[in-house]
């Protein structure tokens, strides 16, 4: 039984809304951090740069990801739901119960020919 792609799109969107309020959540993590030696000194304010450029990488992964479930949403729309990209054909179901943004079969995805 292949993966529904309602099923899909139920499971993308509650992954996307997820994403979008993680990225809320986190927004002043990546905020500007203040030049005040008076109330931070210089290692505090090296650790809160260094958290903030943490929090900078953590949202530019989640918006790639948020990017590639709105891709797989466009492909449920195309009825091209579970095509490989690469070489057109389906991919596995195991693989989209992992991940239902999956645009690639594995041997595509390994870089591999059939």
Known sequence: MAIDPERARTLLTARRAELEKLSSISAESRDTIPLDQQSVGRVSRMDALQQQAMA????????????????????????????????????PEKRLEVDPAMALCINCASGKTN
Do not use: P, S, W
């Open 56 to 91: 900078q990488a953590t949202e530019r992964h989640r918006m790639v990801d948020i990017a590639k479930i709105d891709a797989a949403l466009r492909r449920i729309d195309d009825n091209e739901f579970g095509y490989c990209l690469e070489c057109g054909e389906k991919i």
